[in-house]
């Protein structure tokens, strides 16, 4: 399964790369900085698509706000699943979030083994079938 993560945070990125890798899912992950990095790869001809972006909200140069704009108006980028990932838990972020066609919104666990059963659950949901219909009571995830 091919896996994106957008964060500036250096910390976050490994955080999270630690507890993929222990996840019994074969994964590939690819991380990036910003939007904007996010889009540029996206962009490139011949590039498969991943099956699932973790996109942080607060990053420098392209904000994950203006990415998922970005994602939703791209005919090709638009039915990518997105789940925002987020130290945020501000009900303005989560509505915005939601409106803008996220998939999921998760707020960064501070405990290894919680990132790990929260990513596990996120990663094994089958998207492919996922209602088409936006069902905001099962939008922000919970542990």
């Known amino acids: 399964m091919k896996i994106v993560l957008v964060d500036d945070d250096e910390d976050d990125r490994m955080f999270f790369a630690d507890a993929l890798q222990e996840i019994e899912i074969s994964t590939e992950l690819a991380e990036f900085h910003n939007g904007q990095e ?22 420098p140069v392209m904000d994950g706000f203006q990415c998922l704009r ?18 945020s838990s501000s009900e303005r972020d989560i509505e915005e979030t ?25 990663v094994k949901r ?11 009571a099962n939008f922000l995830f919970r542990i």
Do not use: C
């Open 126 to 136: 089958n998207w492919q079938y996922r209602e088409n219909a936006m069902d905001k």
């Open 70 to 87: 970005q994602i939703r108006k791209n005919p090709e980028l638009k039915d990518l699943v997105v789940a925002i990932y987020s130290t």
């Open 98 to 122: 939601f409106v803008n066609g996220a998939n999921i919104y998760i707020n960064k666990p501070n405990r290894f083994e919680e990132l790990k059963k929260t990513i596990g659950q996120v």
């Open 38 to 59: 996010l889009l540029d790869y996206l962009s490139e001809p011949d590039v498969e698509h991943p099956q699932l972006i973790f996109l942080d909200l607060n990053m």
